[in-house]
């Protein structure tokens, strides 16, 4: 199987960690990431995965929520406090409580099997791309961003909270919060918060993530609310930002 376009959707030499214990799945998808120009690695279980997580981040990790040793839901956030890599959850599971449970946690999308191996590409592609398009809106430009007392570094993804304390965020929260801090005091829709309208996650993934960023910015005593909603129209980020090159 060649890739559609050549080099144009070439994974060159990207590294993708896959988590599946379904031989054919796994399978399936080694040959399609291998045919797409993805370097891989395939576990089969949680365990031997997050050894292998310790000493090396790949560019992205898929992973299946029904696994041997562990749950999925669980990996996901061991991932996200471990490495904070983009994930994308590969799952048989149906429900859509554990669909936004992933999201939350910080899973940057979230596919149903069955599933055809070249829209899982073509996923990783449009995660791929939003972080990239991320990462070079700020390129050799400001890169701390302050607002309310906190501070942002945006080529890091490390977040300061007022009183000094190290907050974590997952790819997929650092993504949302630069995209607010780039526009602060502006009404900005679901479709403006994903970034990239080739392929939508879920029509909820945004409104989780945007819940588990508010609960991180949570303001104390009279502070104002950082995040607000604006019913009907989105979420607006409410304080004054200056960026900085330190």
Excluded at 221 to 227: F, K, R, T, V
Aim: hydrophobic fraction near 40%.
């Amino acid at each position: 199987m060649m890739p559609v376009g050549g080099s144009a959707v070439s994974g060159q030499g990207r590294s993708i960690y896959l988590v599946e214990d379904t031989a054919e799945v796994a399978r399936s998808l080694c040959v399609t990431l291998a045919d797409y120009g993805f370097r891989h690695r395939h576990f089969l279980t949680a365990r031997d995965f997050l050894r292998q997580l310790k000493t090396e981040a790949p560019d992205l990790c898929i992973i299946d929520l029904g696994l041997p040793d562990m749950d999925g839901i669980e990996l996901v956030r061991k991932v996200h406090e471990l490495r904070g890599c983009p994930i994308l959850i590969l799952t048989g599971r149906h429900h859509v409580a554990d669909r936004i449970l992933g999201l939350e946690l910080g899973a940057d999308d979230y596919m149903v099997k069955p599933f055809e191996p070249r829209e899982v590409v073509a996923r990783i592609h449009s995660i791929l791309r939003r972080i990239a398009k991320a990462r070079g809106d700020h390129a050799g430009t400001a890169r701390t961003a302050r607002f309310a007392g906190w501070s942002f570094a945006t080529g890091c993804n490390r977040l300061t909270a007022p009183d000094g304390r190290k907050v974590e965020l997952s790819a997929a929260e650092a993504r949302l919060l630069t995209i607010m801090l780039k526009r602060p005091n502006r009404i900005l829709s679901r479709a403006q918060l994903l970034g990239d309208r080739d392929l939508e996650p879920l029509d909820r993934s945004i409104d989780a993530r945007i819940s588990r960023l508010r609960s991180k910015l949570e303001n104390r005593g009279d502070a104002p609310e950082l995040i607000k909603t604006v019913y009907g129209a989105g979420y607006l980020l409410n304080a004054k930002v200056e960026w900085s090159s330190e």
